[in-house]
């Protein structure tokens, strides 16, 4: 009887913490690039938001100054998407890099720069 409350007690742990974890959703557009775009959006999401957030959105963190290390960063992610044939922004709510809009030739960010 002890062996089943100790492993219900194991199988309660395992259901909260996995109802806490949620897998990043690919938005459609994105979902349909092939996998070596995907591949390297994912990678350029992966550096420290807060730091991508002080590097796009300025005005929004008067008190910091973004590294050279994340500006390289993001410069040479966004040279790789490119040359696949891709434009990325930051969006600003969602805290993310995707991919811009048809047609946008430059880098876009929807805060005030």
């Not at 199988?11 to 459609?28: D, F, H, M, N, Y």
Request: net charge negative.
């Amino acid at each position: 009887m002890k062996n089943f409350f100790s492993l219900l007690g194991c199988l309660i742990i395992v259901v909260v913490v996995a109802s806490g974890c949620q897998e990043k959703s690919t938005p459609p557009q994105e979902q349909q690039q092939p996998e070596a775009v995907r591949s390297e959006l994912d990678r350029l999401n992966d550096w420290p938001t807060e730091e991508l957030d002080v590097l796009e959105c300025r005005d929004d963190h008067p008190e910091r100054i973004a590294s050279g290390e994340t500006g390289g960063w993001v410069f040479s992610a966004r040279e790789r998407l490119q040359k696949l044939g891709v434009v990325v922004r930051w969006n600003c709510e969602k805290k993310v890099y995707e991919i811009g809009p048809t047609g946008v030739t430059k880098p876009v960010c929807g805060c005030s720069k």
